[in-house]
C-alpha cells in the first residue's frame, strides 16, 4: 500500500457501516484500513456514547479528583497493579522513562450480570462521595464498548477475516475504561525538566475509543517524524490502533506513537480531563500474528503470546506491575 502522510486524522461515519449499502460499508472498510495502516486514527461519529452520558461522566469525574488526596487514596488498592480504582499522582510513566506522567487517573473494569466481576477479574471500586460516577462510568462503558465491537468488525473484514472475528475474543474482555486527570501544576519549576502530561508511548490495547477531551493537547507521531494535533469535534470518538492489534496483524495495522504534552507554561495551572477506553481481548485470547498478515515480504515480526502475557509484560514496562 502506498504510504500516506495525513495533516490530520480522517474522520468516518460509523453509522455507514451498521446501516449502510454494501457499497457504503466496504468504502468505510477501506478507508479505516487505509487510516489504520498509515496513521492508526480515526475520528468517528454516529457511535453509540451518548452527549448526556458523556457529560454525566465528566461531571462525576471532576468532582472525584477535586476531592482531597488522603480521601482518593482510600480507593488505591494495593497489589492490583492500577487495574481498578484510583492510581495516584505519577505512579505510571512511559515506556523506557523513569519520570512520572502528570497525572491521575481511575480505572473501570467489567461489571459482569451486578453479581460480581465476570470470573478471573477484581471487583470494580466505586467511590463513595460520589455516587452518581458508577452508573455514568457502566452506561459509558457499555456504550464504548459496543462501537468497538464495530470498529473490530471493521477491521476483521479490511483483513480478509469473518466480520464476527472478534466478537467472542472481546466478549468479557480485560477492558479498562480511564478517566484521567491531568493535574494543574502551580509552580511548573516545583516538577522534573522533563516531566509531561503523558510522554509519548503506545497503547497496549487492541483499539482505544476516546471521548472528547477538556483541552488540547493530544499530539500523534506522524511517519516522516512530525507530530501533529488530534482535534476531533464534541460528538466525535478518535480511535486509534494499539500494540495488541499491531501485533495480530503483523504490523500491518500501526499502533502510532502519541503524547499529551505541556500546556503553555502560564496554563500550566489548568487541568485537563480525559476519558479514554481501553479495549482488550480476554486474557486468554492468542495474539500470535495472523497467516493472512504473513508472507515472503512480510515476515513474522512478533513472537507468539496471549493477551494476558502481553499485558503483564506492559504493565511491569510501565512501572504499574513489579
Not at 495495522?253 to 480476554?282: A, D
Request: glycine share 8%.
Amino acid at each position: 500500500m502506498e504510504e500516506v502522510l495525513y495533516d490530520k486524522i480522517p474522520s468516518l461515519d460509523l453509522a455507514v457501516f451498521y446501516s449502510g449499502t454494501p457499497a457504503q460499508r466496504n468504502e468505510f472498510v477501506a478507508e479505516l484500513g487505509e487510516a489504520y495502516s498509515n496513521i492508526g486514527f480515526v475520528a468517528v461519529r454516529n457511535h453509540f456514547l451518548r452527549e448526556d452520558v458523556r457529560n454525566r461522566l465528566y461531571d462525576a469525574i471532576q468532582r472525584f479528583f477535586a476531592l482531597p488526596d488522603d480521601v482518593k487514596l482510600k480507593y488505591e488498592v494495593p497489589g492490583l497493579a492500577g487495574q481498578r480504582g484510583y492510581t495516584s499522582k505519577g505512579k505510571e510513566h512511559a515506556k523506557g522513562r523513569n519520570t512520572g506522567d502528570l497525572k491521575e487517573f481511575y480505572h473501570v473494569g467489567q461489571e459482569g450480570d451486578g453479581s460480581g466481576p465476570p470470573d478471573g477479574y477484581p471487583a470494580n471500586v466505586w467511590p463513595e462521595e460520589v455516587p452518581d460516577f458508577k452508573d455514568a462510568a457502566l452506561e459509558a462503558f457499555r456504550a464504548l464498548e459496543k462501537t468497538g465491537v464495530y470498529m473490530l468488525r471493521a477491521i476483521a473484514l479490511y483483513l480478509g477475516l469473518e466480520e464476527s472475528y472478534f466478537d467472542e475474543r472481546v466478549k468479557n474482555g480485560n477492558s479498562i475504561l480511564r478517566p484521567i486527570h491531568y493535574f494543574p501544576i502551580e509552580d511548573p519549576d516545583s516538577v522534573p525538566a522533563d516531566a509531561v502530561r503523558a510522554a509519548e508511548h503506545g497503547d497496549i490495547n487492541l483499539i482505544t475509543l476516546l471521548m472528547g477531551a477538556s483541552a488540547e493537547g493530544l499530539e500523534v507521531l506522524r511517519r516522516d517524524g512530525k507530530w501533529i494535533p488530534i482535534t476531533a469535534l464534541p460528538e466525535q470518538l478518535v480511535v486509534n490502533v494499539g500494540d495488541m492489534l499491531e501485533r495480530l496483524t503483523n504490523g500491518r495495522l500501526r499502533s502510532t506513537i502519541h503524547r499529551v504534552v505541556n500546556p503553555p507554561r502560564e496554563k500550566m495551572n489548568t487541568p485537563r480531563y480525559s476519558i479514554p477506553f481501553f479495549m482488550h481481548p480476554r486474557s486468554e485470547v492468542d495474539l500470535s500474528c495472523l497467516e493472512c498478515c504473513i508472507d515472503d515480504d512480510h515476515p513474522k515480526l512478533f513472537e507468539d503470546i496471549t493477551a494476558g502475557e502481553f499485558l503483564d509484560q506492559r504493565l511491569a514496562e510501565i512501572g504499574l506491575k513489579r
